[in-house]
T-cell receptor, first 111, second 117 residues
C-alpha cells in the first residue's frame, strides 16, 4: 500500500517559474525523502529531511516538513527544462530501511 | 550514473519462462534493495539485504520470486514461471548507513524492464 500521496498528480509551468509539490503520508516517520525520476537518468535522490527538521535547502530546492499535519512540500525555484520529471516522496514509517512511495507528481517545464 | 548497475536493461520473455536479473551496487554499500515499479506508480518495496542476509521480504513477493546476494556483493532476482502481471520495471538500489536512525539515501540503478508476453 502507498504511504505517501503527492499532489498535484501533474503540473505544467513555464520555464523560470517556481514549482511546488506536496506530499501527505499516513504514519509517523523517521525521515522523508524526495526523489526525481526521468527517462534519461532513472531515480535520483534529491533531499532527505529528518522528522525533527522543519525545512531544508539544497540549491534551488526547498523542502518543508510538518509532522503534525503529516505533510511535506518540495519547492523548485527558477525552474528549467531539465527539471521536467516525475517527483516522488518516500517515507520510512517505523522502519529504518523500507521506503514507501507515493505515485508521484509529473512536472512539465514549458520553454 | 549513480554507480549502481543492472543487467539486462530490457527483457522480453514468454509466460511461464524463468528470468533472472542482476544488480551490482556501489561497492561500499552494505544495504541492497529490490523494488518493482509499474507505469504511473511509485516503486514498491520487494526485498532488502544487509550484506548477504535477506532481512525482509514484501508480501508482494510470491514464492515464484527469489533473491540472493552471495558474499554481500552483487544480487540476483529470479522470477520463476513468469506471468503477464509480472511485467514491470525492476529497480535495484543500494545504501550505506549514515549513523543516524531511520532510512538512508538510496542510489538506484537504471532498472530492468520486463515484458511478459
Amino acid at each position: 500500500s502507498q504511504q505517501g500521496e503527492e499532489d498535484p498528480q501533474a503540473l505544467s509551468i513555464q520555464e523560470g517559474e517556481n514549482a511546488t509539490m506536496n506530499c501527505s503520508y499516513k504514519t509517523s516517520i523517521n525521515n522523508l525523502q524526495w526523489y526525481r525520476q526521468n527517462s534519461g537518468r532513472g531515480l535520483v535522490h534529491l533531499i532527505l529531511i529528518r522528522s525533527n527538521e522543519r525545512e531544508k535547502h539544497s540549491g534551488r530546492l526547498r523542502v518543508t516538513l510538518d509532522t503534525s499535519k503529516k505533510s511535506s512540500s518540495l519547492l523548485i525555484t527558477a525552474s528549467r527544462a531539465a527539471d521536467t520529471a516525475s517527483y516522488f516522496c518516500a517515507t520510512d514509517g517505523d522502519s529504518n530501511y523500507q521506503l514507501i512511495w507515493g505515485a508521484g507528481t509529473k512536472l512539465i517545464i514549458k520553454p | 550514473d549513480t554507480g549502481v548497475s543492472q543487467d539486462p536493461r530490457h527483457k522480453i520473455t514468454k509466460r511461464g519462462q524463468n528470468v533472472t536479473f542482476r544488480c551490482d551496487p556501489i561497492s561500499e554499500h552494505n544495504r541492497l534493495y529490490w523494488y518493482r515499479q509499474t507505469l504511473g506508480q511509485g516503486p514498491e518495496f520487494l526485498t532488502y539485504f544487509q550484506n548477504e542476509a535477506q532481512l525482509e521480504k514484501s508480501r508482494l513477493l510470491s514464492d515464484r520470486f527469489s533473491a540472493e546476494r552471495p558474499k554481500g556483493s552483487f544480487s540476483t532476482l529470479e522470477i520463476q514461471r513468469t506471468e503477464q502481471g509480472d511485467s514491470a520495471m525492476y529497480l535495484c538500489a543500494s545504501s550505506f548507513p549514515q549513523g543516524y536512525g531511520g532510512s538512508y539515501e538510496q542510489y538506484f540503478g537504471p532498472g530492468t524492464r520486463l515484458t511478459v508476453t
